[in-house]
C-alpha cells in the first residue's frame, strides 16, 4: 500500500467521521439523511458527465451496491436515534475490517499477514470495550442489533465497490453512476417525510447537502483507492475514523463517560495501525 494511497485513506477518515457528526447532530435525522444522498446524486451528475460509462459487467456491482447502501442508511438512521455518535460510530465502523479481510480472502484472493490478524484482533477488542460503555447505562440490545447491522452493510458495500471498480473500467464512472442511482433512497426518505417536507428550514438544508458532499468526498477518495490497493488495507485503514467521531462526539457535543471512549477508541485505533504497517511491510 503506497503512501499515497494512506494519504488519501486518512483524509477520506477525517470527512466521514465529520458527516456523521453532522447526522448525529441534526433534531431531523430522516431528513439529514435524504439530503445527505441528494449531495451524492448532484455530484454524481456532474462526474457522470465527465467520465466514460462504467462497463457492463461492473453495472452488476453497482446495482448490488445500491441495495446495500439502502440498508446501510435504514440501519444508521435507527442506530443514531438510539445511541450517541461515540458509541454507534465505533461498533459499525469497526466491524468492518474483520468481515471484509474474512470476505476478501474468500471472494478476491487477498490473504493477510499473521500480525495484521492480530491488529484485527486487537480493534475488536477496542470495538467491545465501547459497546459496553453506553452514555446512560447499559446498552440496550436494539442499539447493538442496529450498529452492528449497519457494520454488516459498511464490509458487504466495501467489498462489492472493490471488486466493482476494478472491473469498470474507468473509476470516476463508477463513483458517479453509484452516486446518482442513491436518487432512489432520496425518493424513499422524502416521502417518508411525508407533510414534514414543508417543516425543512434553510439550515438543516444546507447542513444535508454540505453532509452529502463531504461524505461523497471521503467514499469517492476509497473506492478510488480501492481500485489499486488491497480491499483490506483500505477498509481498515479507514477505521482510524473511530477516533476522529469520539473526539467530536466527547468535545463537540458532549457525549459522556468519555475516558472509556477515548481509550477504547485509541486501541481501536492502535489495532488499525498495526494492521497498515504489517500489511506494508
Given at each position: 500500500?503506497?503512501?499515497?494511497?494512506?494519504?488519501?485513506?486518512?483524509?477520506?477518515?477525517?470527512?466521514?467521521?465529520?458527516?456523521?457528526?453532522?447526522?448525529?447532530?441534526?433534531?431531523?435525522?430522516?431528513?439529514?439523511?435524504?439530503?445527505?444522498?441528494?449531495?451524492?446524486?448532484?455530484?454524481?451528475?456532474?462526474?457522470?458527465?465527465?467520465?466514460?460509462?462504467?462497463?457492463?459487467?461492473?453495472?452488476?456491482?453497482?446495482?448490488?451496491?445500491?441495495?446495500?447502501?439502502f440498508?446501510?442508511?435504514?440501519?444508521?438512521?435507527?442506530?443514531?436515534?438510539?445511541?450517541?455518535?461515540?458509541?454507534?460510530?465505533?461498533?459499525?465502523?469497526?466491524?468492518?475490517?474483520?468481515?471484509?479481510?474474512?470476505?476478501?480472502?474468500?471472494?478476491?484472493?487477498?490473504?493477510?499477514?499473521?500480525?495484521?490478524?492480530?491488529?484485527?484482533?486487537?480493534?475488536?477488542?477496542?470495538?467491545?470495550?465501547?459497546?459496553g460503555?453506553?452514555?446512560?447505562?447499559?446498552?440496550?440490545?436494539?442499539?447493538?442489533?442496529?450498529a452492528?447491522?449497519?457494520?454488516?452493510?459498511?464490509?458487504?458495500?466495501?467489498?462489492?465497490?472493490?471488486?466493482?471498480?476494478?472491473?469498470?473500467?474507468?473509476?470516476?464512472?463508477?463513483?458517479?453512476?453509484?452516486?446518482?442511482?442513491?436518487?432512489?433512497?432520496?425518493?424513499?426518505?422524502?416521502?417518508?417525510?411525508?407533510?414534514?417536507?414543508?417543516?425543512?428550514?434553510?439550515?438543516?438544508?444546507?447542513?444535508?447537502?454540505?453532509?452529502?458532499?463531504?461524505?461523497?468526498?471521503?467514499?469517492?477518495?476509497?473506492?478510488?483507492?480501492?481500485?489499486?490497493?488491497?480491499?483490506?488495507?483500505?477498509?481498515?485503514?479507514?477505521?482510524?475514523?473511530?477516533?476522529?467521531?469520539?473526539?467530536?462526539?466527547?468535545?463537540?457535543?458532549?457525549?459522556?463517560?468519555?475516558?472509556?471512549?477515548?481509550?477504547?477508541?485509541?486501541?481501536?485505533?492502535?489495532?488499525?495501525?498495526?494492521?497498515?504497517?504489517?500489511?506494508?511491510?
Amino acid at each position: 500500500m503506497s503512501g499515497f494511497a494512506l494519504g488519501i485513506v486518512l483524509f477520506a477518515a477525517i470527512l466521514h467521521a465529520l458527516w456523521n457528526a453532522l447526522v448525529k447532530a441534526s433534531t431531523n435525522r430522516l431528513a439529514i439523511i435524504g439530503l445527505v444522498a441528494a449531495g451524492h446524486v448532484v455530484l454524481g451528475i456532474g462526474l457522470a458527465a465527465q467520465s466514460p460509462m462504467p462497463s457492463l459487467i461492473s453495472w452488476a456491482f453497482i446495482l448490488g451496491s445500491t441495495v446495500i447502501h439502502f440498508g446501510y442508511y435504514f440501519l444508521l438512521y435507527h442506530s443514531y436515534r438510539l445511541g450517541d455518535l461515540s458509541h454507534v460510530y465505533p461498533i459499525a465502523r469497526g466491524m468492518a475490517p474483520v468481515l471484509v479481510a474474512l470476505g476478501a480472502q474468500i471472494f478476491a484472493g487477498e490473504s493477510l499477514p499473521l500480525m495484521t490478524w492480530a491488529g484485527i484482533l486487537l480493534a475488536s477488542g477496542g470495538i467491545f470495550m465501547l459497546a459496553g460503555k453506553g452514555g446512560n447505562g447499559p446498552t440496550p440490545p436494539l442499539l447493538v442489533f442496529t450498529a452492528m447491522g449497519t457494520g454488516v452493510m459498511i464490509a458487504s458495500y466495501s467489498l462489492v465497490d472493490g471488486m466493482g471498480v476494478r472491473l469498470a473500467g474507468t473509476e470516476t464512472g463508477y463513483i458517479a453512476w453509484l452516486f446518482i442511482l442513491e436518487i432512489f433512497v432520496v425518493i424513499f426518505v422524502f416521502f417518508r417525510l411525508g407533510d414534514r417536507r414543508r417543516k425543512l428550514n434553510r439550515k438543516t438544508v444546507l447542513i444535508g447537502l454540505l453532509g452529502g458532499l463531504i461524505s461523497a468526498m471521503a467514499y469517492g477518495l476509497v473506492i478510488y483507492a480501492k481500485s489499486f490497493s488491497p480491499l483490506a488495507m483500505v477498509s481498515t485503514l479507514r477505521e482510524t475514523s473511530v477516533v476522529f467521531a469520539a473526539l467530536i462526539g466527547v468535545i463537540w457535543m458532549g457525549e459522556r463517560p468519555w475516558k472509556p471512549r477515548l481509550l477504547a477508541s485509541v486501541i481501536v485505533a492502535t489495532g488499525v495501525i498495526i494492521m497498515a504497517l504489517t500489511a506494508t511491510g
